[in-house]
DNA sequence: TGCTCCATGTAACACGTTACATGATTGC
DNA sequence: GCAATCATGTAACGTGTTACATGGAGCA
């Protein structure tokens, strides 16, 4: 599990409440690891539990329940623990290839539109991805190691969407390549 | 969920017991979508149940438990009702970029060698790929459509793990040219 | 007053993993 | 006889999703 390591390596960064952890789960972070606000509440109470990480009510005088928490040198180590363990390679795994199968296996069922539909997510990601790449990584901003290792991740997402995009293009070309038997 | 449904175009390919189905997850299905033994019989039941497959012994006159599974008429409809519902776009969702990320916050802390350990990772299922690749699609076996699909999912397994592969080297150069703070 | 957003939580369920169990068959 | 493999299953747990609940703050 690596829940709790995302989240302890966000909290490093900024220590956050759950709600604005949830917040950036749903967009920088969440673009590479994505985690509902229910989620995110369990695993802090049991980071807390473990001694992980503390908590105090936010500076704001009790007006809200809000709780700032923030990474004990106990979660410290646990993190620098974790992230060199030995882990699996990820398997690929997508619905998509599924339907293709079932496709190849019953005969054309019609799911272009659906990969035309994924194509069109995947570029609008992309276009995310891109935008973020000019406006936070230009070259003269990458002079720290830790500015060129974020940027190497923002690029990691950006292949990731390349490839999808490139993949949507070549199984319209051989689903509509096969409707027509000469090909 | 789509374990049933790709349980459903797995025995539709053709019927199965479900030790079976869990060896072929095992390798060729297995490389694009993986399953335990536990949760394939897990599932079979419910499908059973929902009336989707039917089971019978399998012809070895009672000496085995083994039991074969095939689908009926209301599993290929449920299967094709499926395969052309709207599905989200896969979320990239990998430990190595946590790692990465925890690695830019606390500062370098010796990543380098378990990406080379995915990159051999990669590397390897790539020539088992290829190998299939060589000895399945060669051009004159490509003349079905089943087959040309059967090739381009091949072939999406190849583009990933190509994409690792060419990721973890780029990687491997961040956290290097990082190490060398002149780079 | 009523709406939206902030902020946290409970409950139930679906899916996936790991450990353990059972008994038959096959091969040495 | 012993080990490996075939073949199916139970149980417990961890993770992820969905629905629902609660109450305050800010704004029109």
């Keep these: 599990m690596s829940l709790a390591h995302a989240l302890l390596t966000s909290l490093l960064e900024k220590s956050s409440s759950g709600y ?8 920088s972070i969440g673009f590479f690891w ?3 606000h229910q989620q995110i509440y369990r695993e802090l109470a049991r980071m807390e539990a473990a ?15 809000k709780r700032l928490y923030s990474v004990l040198a106990a979660g410290k180590k646990e993190l620098r623990r974790w992230a060199l363990e030995p882990s699996p390679a990820p398997d690929l795994r997508d619905e998509l290839i599924v339907r293709l199968r079932a496709d190849a296996v019953m005969g054309p069922i019609g ?8 194509l069109s997510m995947h570029e609008a990601k992309l276009l995310a991805y891109r935008a973020i790449e000019q406006r936070d990584f230009s070259p003269d901003k990458l002079t720290t190691r830790e500015a060129r290792i974020q940027h190497l991740i923002l690029r990691t997402g950006l292949g990731y969407e390349e490839g999808w995009v490139a993949w949507s293009h070549e199984a319209l070309a051989v689903l509509r390549e096969s409707d027509n038997p000469a090909g």
Tied chains: 1, 2.
């Design 20 to 27: 604005d952890l949830a917040r950036r789960f749903d967009k």
């Design 34 to 36: 994505h985690a509902t």
């Design 111 to 118: 799911l272009e539109a659906e990969i035309e539909r994924h």
């Design 51 to 65: 001694g992980w990480i503390a908590s105090k009510a936010a500076p704001d005088g009790g007006k809200t329940r």
